[in-house]
């Protein structure tokens, strides 16, 4: 089983910047693909920032030049900074894991960004 803790979720102001983090522990091995999404209310969830099966890294247009996915992969530790925050950011994120024909997912971490 793997378990996915998101942090560093909060609220903060427009043109603001956090930074979420997600460790992933449990029965891993080699090297699984982590990434984010994000819900809006009464929404599906959405692409943030993952990579891609050619090793590249996929972006969500809204947040292309602001948020920046980055990976300590000894430790199995996705970050997601996230710059120049803007209202519109404001959903819950969530950590994805997939690990061969598995996926798993973090609880989700609120990030609120007021104008």
């Known amino acids: 089983q793997v378990q996915l803790v998101e942090s560093g979720g909060g609220l903060v102001q427009a043109g603001g910047s956090l930074r979420l983090s997600c460790a992933a522990s449990g029965s891993i091995f080699g090297r699984p693909a982590m990434g984010w999404y994000r819900q809006f209310p009464g929404k599906q969830r959405e692409l943030v920032a993952a990579p891609t099966r050619g090793g590249g890294t996929s972006y969500a247009d809204s947040v292309k030049g602001r948020f920046t996915i980055s990976r300590d992969i000894a430790e199995n530790v996705v970050y997601l900074q996230m710059n120049t925050l803007k209202p519109d950011d404001t959903a819950v994120y969530f950590c994805?894991?997939?690990?061969?024909?598995?996926?798993?997912w973090g609880q989700g971490t609120q990030v609120t960004v007021s104008s």
């Open positions: 994805n894991l997939i690990w061969g024909n598995r996926e798993y």
